[in-house]
């Protein structure tokens, strides 16, 4: 984990080379930027940043053992009043008013 100017942890956040992705996002194309308006730069999510990049996604898809390995540690939890695990939650009525002549 890195830590700030002040020795205390940082976050993802502030691990974040901020000044880099706006230089490379919305530099000049034939500097190395992608050149990107600031609107279509922040309207980006990472994931879309990292593609036009290039960047390597990392984990790859979602295979059965990693479903599995996802669900150990992340259970489903039961909430209160939606019955037996696994059980259909029930729908509220539809609020529709009948409008018969």
Known sequence: ??????????GPAESLD??????VGMGPRGQGGLGLNPGDFW???PA???LMLGV?????????DRLAALSARFPDRQVAGAG???APVPRPPDRREDVSD
């Open 84 to 86: 037996p695990a696994g």
């Open 48 to 50: 879309e940043l990292a």
């Open 43 to 45: 309207t980006l999510s």
């Open 18 to 23: 901020w000044s880099g992705l706006m230089r």
């Open 56 to 64: 390597s996604a990392g984990t790859g898809a979602m295979t059965r």
């Open 1 to 10: 984990m890195s830590r700030d100017a002040q020795g205390a942890a940082a």
